[in-house]
T-cell receptor, first 112, second 112 residues
Framework: GQQVMQIPQYQHVQEGEDFTTYCNSS?????IQWYKQRPGGHPVFLIQ?????EVKKQKRLTFQFGEAKKNSSLHITATQTTDVGTYFC????????????FGKGTLLTVNP | NAGVTQTPKFQVLKTGQSMTLQCAQD?????MSWYRQDPGMGLRLIHY???????DQGEVPNGYNVSRSTTEDFPLRLLSAAPSQTSVYFC???????????FGSGTRLTVV
């Protein structure tokens, strides 16, 4: 079945440093979504990318979807303590738009 | 609007007991799903529904039943609880299966 792999598993940064998490799928994706989960909380939808090579920005967050639609990245510029949490990517393959497969997530901690 | 409401928030069961986790949404979303989250395993799809009267299996359906008699409600039934079902369970909804999900706050289940 479809697999979505995410690296790194953990990332600890000093406040103000940049952070990037990478997502790779074993199959071509019809779209990719990114979520953030604060410790003890529930996942919160951040963004969806649909087009090959698409780049979207949300303030300090930049999301990219690869040309082959098999990989994606999330980059945070100048991290803040409010960025702490686990970031998940999740993808739909062309076979089923109803089965969103999540990566295992990257836990980001920020030292103030 | 409450969004997605999950009850209970916490539950302890004895092995072999049955119970129903409730999920209700007031956003008129057609798509509803159940995920379980375990340490190091990410979020795994249990069952999903694309509308009232329609359900299907996800990645880890064994030991769980679902039904969808109304648009608003999507209960998850544990037939005979096992320690392996100790997890955090999230209900997630979307207008349709390939758009961003809204998650409930989760049910933390412990089976002893």
């Amino acid at each position: 079945g479809q697999q979505v792999m995410q690296i790194p598993q953990y990332q600890h940064v000093q406040e103000g440093e940049d952070f990037t998490t990478y997502c790779n799928s074993s199959t071509t994706l019809s779209n990719i979504q990114w979520y953030k989960q604060r410790p003890g909380g529930h996942p919160v939808f951040l963004i969806q990318l649909v087009k090959s090579g698409e780049v979207k920005k949300q303030k300090r967050l930049t999301f990219q979807f690869g040309e082959a639609k098999k990989n994606s990245s999330l980059h945070i510029t100048a991290t803040q303590t409010t960025d702490v949490g686990t970031y998940f990517c999740a993808g739909n393959s062309g076979g089923s738009n109803y089965k969103l497969t999540f990566g295992k997530g990257t836990l980001l901690t920020v030292n103030p | 609007n409450a969004g997605v409401t999950q009850t209970p928030k916490f539950q302890v069961l004895k092995t072999g007991q049955s119970m129903t986790l409730q999920c209700a949404q007031d956003m008129n979303h057609e798509y509803m799903s159940w995920y379980r989250q375990d340490p190091g395993m990410g979020l795994r799809l249990i069952h999903y529904s694309v509308g009232a009267g329609i359900t299907d299996q996800g990645e880890v359906p064994n030991g769980y039943n679902v039904s969808r008699s109304t648009t608003e409600d999507f209960p998850l039934r544990l037939l005979s609880a096992a320690p392996s079902q100790t997890s955090v369970y999230f209900c997630a909804t979307s207008p349709w299966g390939s758009s961003g999900y809204t998650f409930g706050s989760g049910t933390r289940l412990t089976v002893v």
